[in-house]
C-alpha cells in the first residue's frame, strides 16, 4: 500500500531535549515536506527536498533541522525543542514538486512543556 | 512570502444547502490545488487547476480557478453530513518545492 508513515504520532517532551519524527514513503517520490498545523493557521511549511542531498526552507524553519540522506526518509530533527514548537506536524511527499499532488503521513502531535 | 487567505473560516450549514468557499491571494500561481482534511488524518487531494479560467467538478463539488491564476473557489451543491471538514486551498510554482496553504475553511453540514 502506498503511504507516508511518521512516527512517533503522540510526543510529550520537556523543553531542550534533542528530538527526531521520522518520516518515510514507499512510492519512490522525489519531493517530501515538513508542515506544521496550528488552529487558525492552515499549514505552514517547515522545510523541503526536491531530491536526496536537496534540502530547503519553507516560511517557518527557525528551531527545525532535516536531512535527505535516503530518497525514502526525511526526518525533522528539534535540536532544541521550546513550547512554540508544540503543534501538529505532518510530512508530505509527492512525485515532483509541491505543485503535485502530495501525500500525507497520519501527524505527529508534539506537546513540549 | 506568498500568501492565500481563505473565506470564510468557519461555516455551518445544513444539510441540501449550497455553499462556496473562497481562497485568495495577490499573488499568481501556476496551479492551485484543493485538499481536504478529517480530524486526525492528514489532507487528501480533491483536485488541482492549472489554467486561468478553468473549472473542475467532482460529483456535487465545482472548483474554478481565477482568470489571473490568483484565486479560487470551491462550490458545493445539496452539502451532506459527508462533506463536513476542514478544507484547504494550497499554491505553488511549477516544478518549486515552496508550497503555500491556506489557513483552511471548517464547514460542518448539519443533517
Known amino acids: 500500500e502506498a503511504q507516508v508513515t511518521q512516527n512517533p504520532r503522540y510526543l510529550i517532551t520537556v523543553t531542550g531535549k534533542k528530538l527526531t519524527v521520522t518520516c518515510s514513503q514507499n512510492?519512490?517520490?522525489?519531493?517530501m515536506s515538513w508542515y506544521r498545523q496550528d488552529p487558525g493557521l492552515g499549514l505552514r511549511q517547515i522545510y523541503y527536498s526536491m531530491n536526496v542531498e536537496v534540502t530547503d526552507k519553507g516560511d517557518v524553519p527557525e528551531g527545525y533541522k532535516v536531512s535527505r540522506k535516503e530518497k525514502r526518509n526525511f526526518p525533522l530533527i528539534l535540536e532544541s525543542p521550546s513550547p512554540n514548537q508544540t503543534s501538529l506536524y505532518f510530512c508530505?511527499?509527492?512525485?515532483?514538486?509541491?505543485?503535485?499532488?502530495?501525500?500525507f503521513g497520519p501527524g505527529t502531535r508534539l506537546t513540549v512543556t | 512570502t506568498q500568501l492565500l487567505e481563505q473565506s470564510p473560516q468557519f461555516l455551518s450549514i445544513q444539510e441540501g444547502e449550497n455553499l462556496t468557499v473562497y481562497c485568495n491571494s495577490s499573488?499568481?500561481?501556476?496551479?492551485l490545488q484543493w485538499y481536504r482534511q478529517e480530524p486526525g488524518e492528514g489532507p487528501v487531494l480533491l483536485v488541482t487547476?492549472?489554467?486561468?479560467?478553468e473549472v473542475k467538478k467532482l460529483k456535487r463539488l465545482t472548483f474554478q480557478f481565477g482568470d489571473a491564476r490568483k484565486d479560487s473557489s470551491l462550490h458545493i451543491t445539496a452539502a451532506q453530513p459527508g462533506d463536513t471538514g476542514l478544507y484547504l486551498c494550497a499554491g505553488g510554482d511549477t516544478n518549486a518545492g515552496k508550497s503555500t496553504f491556506g489557513d483552511g475553511t471548517t464547514l460542518t453540514v448539519k443533517p
Open positions: 512510492m519512490n517520490h522525489e519531493y
Open positions: 487547476v492549472v489554467t486561468g479560467g
Open positions: 499573488s499568481v500561481f501556476s496551479s
Open positions: 508530505a511527499s509527492s512525485l515532483k514538486s509541491g505543485t503535485y499532488e502530495q501525500y
